[in-house]
């Protein structure tokens, strides 16, 4: 069993930044990769950013250049830095745990209100 629990979201304006943070505990060490979601409010679900065990990232051609991703694996930490947030940025950001056995895992959202 893995548990993962986002943090960091908030209320910022046009052109500012926020870090999001997830954290991961249990087997923590059973997980493949993980990746930031976001949901919009249209419904709309999209796969922000995924970084793998091993310190591979993938973005979406959406997020490239204002997302970064990264992990502090010691910590079982994975961080999703954004910078220059547009309104249309406002979501709620999903962390998203896939395990070795196949296994997936969702926190509960962390909300990000960009301002115009």
């Known amino acids: 069993q893995v548990h993962v629990v986002e943090s960091g979201g908030g209320l910022v304006q046009a052109g500012g930044s926020l870090r999001l943070s997830c954290t991961a505990s249990?087997?923590?060490?059973?997980?493949?990769?993980m990746s930031w979601y976001r949901r919009t409010a249209s419904k709309q679900h999209e796969l922000v950013a995924t970084i793998t065990s091993g310190g591979s990232t993938h973005y979406a051609d959406a997020m490239k250049g204002r997302f970064t991703i990264s992990r502090d694996a010691a910590k079982n930490i994975v961080y999703l830095q954004m910078i220059n947030l547009k309104p249309e940025d406002t979501a709620v950001y999903y962390c998203?745990?896939?395990?070795?056995?196949?296994?997936?895992?969702w926190g509960q959202g962390t909300q990000v209100t960009v301002s115009s």
């Open positions: 998203w745990a896939h395990t070795y056995r196949a296994s997936e895992y």
């Open positions: 249990g087997n923590a060490f059973t997980i493949w990769s």
